[in-house]
């Protein structure tokens, strides 16, 4: 909710800069706001969604919701990188000298500082509750204030040496490094989409809980991760002699489970069990 007010605000104040003086560079700023107050709306209702547990239609939960928003936020920062490009190009056509400068410059610099304290708290949240659209958020405002401050020195040194065609060429870089920051969020949703497995390190955990909490079980294989935001779904074959009981096998399971709950927040474990028979030596973890 704070940053859809803290998004607005910027809004207001960076357009108020741009009527002040007339610059397509200060026009670029205002605009990828107005996508801020847009993708802010997004990033709430996505929350929402995520944190519903899973029902009858959604039966893994709903986490995948914010990769969603994150790919939406992505795909209007694209477009806002399209209409600055268009507006820098008639201004190149054109160039024009800016009306009110000094206080166009200040109202623009002041937008910068309340966009980086909200970006900084954004980011430090999001990695504390693991969730990418509040990350995807922080990063997004933080390529806002060094883009504004860019375009503040751009727009200085046009008002010195008199160049306003340097106008419409800062504008038309924040639009190129907003394609930039567009991709890259687009592209991260994606491998969230697309079921990408966990990091390396995290991996490592993983195989060293089951090492540890495995005894009685000959050994697993076939494991396999994916994150949908802050859910960690995890599963293996575990295989144990043809011999045990089911229960024996059973209580190895939930020690497993367990033990992985403990460590991996968010984990949500599916153990396939088999006998001695179905061994692998490919990828497998034995005991
Ligand atoms: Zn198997
Ligand atoms: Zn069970």
């Known amino acids: ?23 397509v560079a200060l026009y670029s700023d205002a605009l990828e706001s107005i996508v801020n107050v847009a993708t802010a709306i997004a990033a709430l209702i996505a929350v929402r969604i995520s944190e519903r547990p899973a029902d009858r239609s959604h039966q893994f939960g709903h986490h995948k919701a914010e990769y969603v928003s994150a790919g939406l936020e992505g795909a209007l920062i694209l477009i806002a990188a399209l209409l600055i490009l268009h507006q820098a190009y008639e201004a190149w056509l054109n160039p024009r000298a800016l009306t009110a400068p000094a206080e166009g410059l200040a109202i623009n610099a002041l937008a910068g500082v309340v966009n980086a304290a909200w970006a900084w708290h954004l980011i430090v949240r999001g990695r504390a509750l693991r969730s990418p659209a509040l990350i995807a958020d922080g990063w997004h405002l933080f390529s806002d204030v060094a883009t504004s401050a860019g375009v503040i020195v751009g727009l200085l040194l046009a008002l010195t040496t008199g160049w ?24 991260q949703s994606m491998s969230g989409l ?8 995290m991996m490592a955990q993983i195989r060293r809980i089951i090492a540890a909490n495995g ?17 960690t779904f995890i599963e293996f074959h575990l295989v144990v002699p043809g011999s045990m009981s089911v229960t024996e096998a059973h209580d190895i399971c939930d020690r497993l489970e367990e033990a992985l709950a403990a460590e991996i927040e968010g984990a949500e474990v599916l153990i396939h069990v088999e006998p001695e028979g179905e061994a692998k030596s490919k990828g497998a973890l034995t005991f």
């Open 1 to 23: 909710m704070t940053s859809i007010v803290v998004a607005m605000l910027v809004m207001g104040l960076k357009y108020m800069a741009y009527v002040l003086t007339g610059s």
């Open 164 to 187: 306003m065609i340097l106008d419409p060429m800062l504008a038309a870089v924040v639009a190129f490094h907003i394609l930039w920051v567009g991709w890259r969020i687009i592209a």
């Open 194 to 201: 697309m079921d990408a497995a966990v990091a390396g390190d």
């Open 215 to 231: 005894n009685g079980a000959l050994q697993i294989h076939d494991l396999r991760t994916r994150m949908a935001g802050r859910a």
